[in-house]
């Protein structure tokens, strides 16, 4: 899922609030057959506004480039958090070298709900921020790190607070949230994307932690205040029996509007 546009984090809106309890329930009924349980009458729901204050406590530590002091911060508020609501966490810790010399350190961070389980899925965004805004409208700053709220914060918060969530109604199956580095340090593809590729070579050569997931669904920049998702490309020709499921779930939840 992939939005465009930005979360302005100076003048809260309803909107991404909104849309935040909208992706979320669209991401547990996505991950259940048809046949399966919904919540039961009473029991806790998603909380927008605490999202929306999880994309802000992201924003105050700073940019989250690798190296950066906001980058240590977050990923130790991070596990800290996760460590609260779920029963396994596991952190991976690579080296990247960059096509400029720079020697980055990166950490995958998985939190495991219902870890026994075979029968898995995976639900996955970046937490790290890009260290130039290439698309400034303002050329002299374009040079300057984002300051990731939409693109690194959004999805991220919607994954925390899924985790709150499923810490109160475990899942009928098992999830686990992955949360990958490296995404956006570019500016070339070589460095970029090293989070998803690391944990992408450790599902093919079956180097990864407990079962393969059936699926994965992704989460990217899905803070936009007037969010629209149609169907991706690329996701349509590799994985189109996953993209029908998670659209039907989206029309069965009445968020066709999105969808």
């Not at 530590?61 to 609501?85: I, N």
């Not at 899924?162 to 956006?184: H, K, S, W, Y």
């Not at 944990?199 to 899905?222: F, K, N, T």
Request: aromatic residues 6%; contains cysteine.
């Amino acid at each position: 899922m992939n939005a465009t546009g930005a979360l302005n984090m100076t003048t809260p809106r309803v909107a991404p609030v909104r849309f935040l309890c909208a992706a979320t329930a669209l991401l547990v009924a996505g991950c259940l057959d048809s046949s399966a349980p919904g919540p039961t009458p009473g029991s806790p729901g998603f909380d927008g506004l605490r999202a929306y204050a999880l994309v802000e406590k992201q924003v105050a530590f700073g940019p989250r480039v690798p190296g950066a002091p906001g980058h240590q911060a977050q990923l130790d508020w991070m596990l800290a958090r996760l460590d609260s609501f779920a029963p396994e966490v596991v952190s991976d810790t690579f080296e990247h070298i960059s096509s400029a010399g720079d020697s980055l350190v990166l950490v995958n961070v998985m939190a495991r709900f219902r870890p026994e389980l075979d029968r898995r899925i995976v639900l996955l965004t970046h937490w790290d921020t890009r260290p130039t805004s290439d698309k400034a409208a303002d050329p002299a700053r374009r040079g300057d790190p984002i300051p990731g709220a939409n693109d690194g914060g959004s999805g991220t918060a919607v994954l925390l607070e899924l985790a709150a969530l499923m810490a109160d109604v475990p899942p009928p199956l098992g999830i686990d949230l992955l949360f990958v580095d490296g995404e956006d340090y570019g500016p070339t593809g070589d460095d970029m994307y090293l989070g998803a590729l690391r944990y992408a070579r450790q599902i093919a050569s079956g180097d990864h932690v407990g079962e393969r997931p059936l699926y994965g669904l992704l989460l990217d920049m899905v803070g936009d205040a007037d969010p629209s998702f149609p169907v991706e490309a690329h996701s349509a020709e590799r994985a189109s029996v996953v993209v029908r499921k998670v659209w039907r779930a989206a029309a069965r939840l009445g968020l066709s509007e999105f969808f």
